[in-house]
């Protein structure tokens, strides 16, 4: 099929065979990596701004690698050091930016909806506590280079739910990509209304994971947060920190995944990071992948 969508915004209305084409795309663009000089004309002549409100590093770093290998102009905006600092909104910026004509912008805010305020071009690269839809993507892109497929695997993602873009993003992908999604975490961390997005629910981390084919790994969103959600950080690893141990009882070829950044000894050990069943710098360099392949199709090009 032919790519037509003009952003990207959220996953909750992306078709399985349009996920199917980011990531066949995506594929293709990961053999950009191995060259010895990164880059192909694909986009050249085009014009990708990062609007980033929030601090990131896989994320941007990404997308601007994602543009320059593919020859794009690419301009990174902070907050930090624009008028934004001199009061100017959001909105007015983002308009001032759309006023320039480049060919896609990028932008991560901390409130939800900011990327849905521009008009097209537009790549969600995190918008509060809403989603992430690039993040998703890669995940797929990662589980299908290891297990071969994505209909009928079992996923548990386990954490702050609650306040998680990336489990909000990968839901909607997962399920409609047929996987089975399991959410785990402590009452407080997991949204009432969270199975009417047709995910199982459990309360035990040991039961959640012991027949999942992919455990995802959150942090805990401590700068989204408002309230006592969690005891202590102690009593949260000591309940829901996944180590060896418990990885002991998970099936053998079991994926363990964490959208970063890591934080090592609360909701994974160091050993778990490193183990043989991580993926987790995989979906760092699918990052670049996705990313590329997204500013492609939404940007055009000739093929690399």
């Known amino acids: 099929m032919a790519w037509t969508r003009k952003d990207l915004v959220s996953m909750q209305d992306i078709e399985a065979t349009e996920i199917g084409e980011v990531l ?3 594929e293709s663009m990961k053999e950009i990596a191995t060259r010895e000089i990164k880059k192909v004309p694909t986009l050249r002549g085009k014009t990708v701004v990062n609007l980033f409100y929030e601090a990131s590093t896989r994320t941007r770093t990404s997308f601007e690698i994602a543009g320059k290998w593919l020859s794009a102009d690419v301009i990174n905006f902070s907050a930090s050091g624009s008028s934004a600092e001199k009061g100017e909104s959001f909105l ?6 759309e006023a320039m004509s480049p060919d896609v912008v ?3 805010h901390k409130a939800a909806g900011g990327p849905a305020l521009l008009a097209r071009h537009v790549i969600n690269a995190g918008d509060g506590a809403h989603e992430h839809p690039t993040q998703a993507l890669l995940d797929l892109l990662t589980i299908r280079e290891k297990k071969g497929h994505l209909e009928g695997l079992n996923v548990t993602i386990v ?3 609650t306040h998680s873009r990336v489990a909000r993003s990968n839901i909607y992908a997962m399920r409609r990509m047929g996987m089975t999604v399991t959410v785990a975490g402590p009452p407080t961390l997991i949204p009432p ?3 009417e997005l047709g995910v199982k629910v459990s309360h035990r981390l040991e039961e959640s994971i012991a027949h999942a084919d992919v455990i995802m790994m959150l942090r805990l969103q401590h700068e989204r947060m408002t309230g006592g959600f969690i005891p202590s950080l102690r009593e949260y690893s000591r309940v829901w920190g996944l180590g060896l141990d418990r990885l002991q009882h998970c099936r053998p070829d079991v994926l363990i995944m964490h ?9 994974i050990s160091p050993e778990v990071a490193d183990s043989q069943y991580s993926v987790i710098l995989d979906q760092v360099t699918n990052g670049v992948a996705v990313r590329m ?3 492609y199709l939404l940007a055009g090009g000739k093929a690399a």
């Open 24 to 26: 066949d795309t995506a």
């Open 92 to 97: 007015d910026t983002a308009r001032n930016i």
């Open 106 to 108: 990028v932008v991560r």
């Open 159 to 161: 954490g702050d739910i």
């Open 193 to 195: 209304a969270c199975q």
């Open 259 to 267: 959208p970063g950044p890591v934080n090592r000894g609360i909701e």
């Open 293 to 295: 392949a997204v500013l």
